[in-house]
């Protein structure tokens, strides 16, 4: 199955970032709502997933960052050479288009 038959199973940066968020929140809540009711296995599970959400969090913005630095080096390459970016545009869409009519 390609994403082209499954369009709703394309994954953009926004919902991306959105989707992260949102599980980032809903495992914050939970490690609030369960802080005081719990064993002491649950209280080491409970200590890793805040250790790992930490890491998580702090890698998500190392790679945010870097798409960040990319999209700006690629628009600026753009700019600095409109019909050059344009040629190359064409000749990679004329060759994804030449080997998926091969199929």
């Given at each position: 199955m390609t994403e082209a038959e499954h369009p709703e199973q394309e994954v953009t940066m926004g919902k991306l970032v959105k989707d992260f968020k949102l599980v980032v929140h809903d495992a914050e809540t939970?490690?609030?709502?369960?802080a005081g009711e719990l064993g002491e296995r649950a209280r080491e599970a409970r200590v890793r997933l805040a250790?790992?959400?930490?890491?998580?969090?702090?890698?998500?913005?190392?790679?945010?960052?870097?798409?960040?630095?990319?999209?700006?080096?690629?628009?600026?390459?753009?700019?600095?050479?409109?019909?050059?970016?344009?040629?190359?545009?064409?000749?990679?869409?004329?060759?994804?288009?030449?080997?998926?009519t091969r199929r």
């Open positions: 939970l490690l609030k709502a369960s250790a790992s959400l930490e890491s998580a969090r702090t890698n998500f913005h190392k790679v945010e960052e870097r798409a960040m630095e990319g999209a700006r080096a690629t628009d600026r390459v753009i700019r600095d050479h409109p019909y050059q970016s344009i040629g190359v545009a064409f000749g990679v869409g004329l060759l994804i288009g030449v080997l998926v």
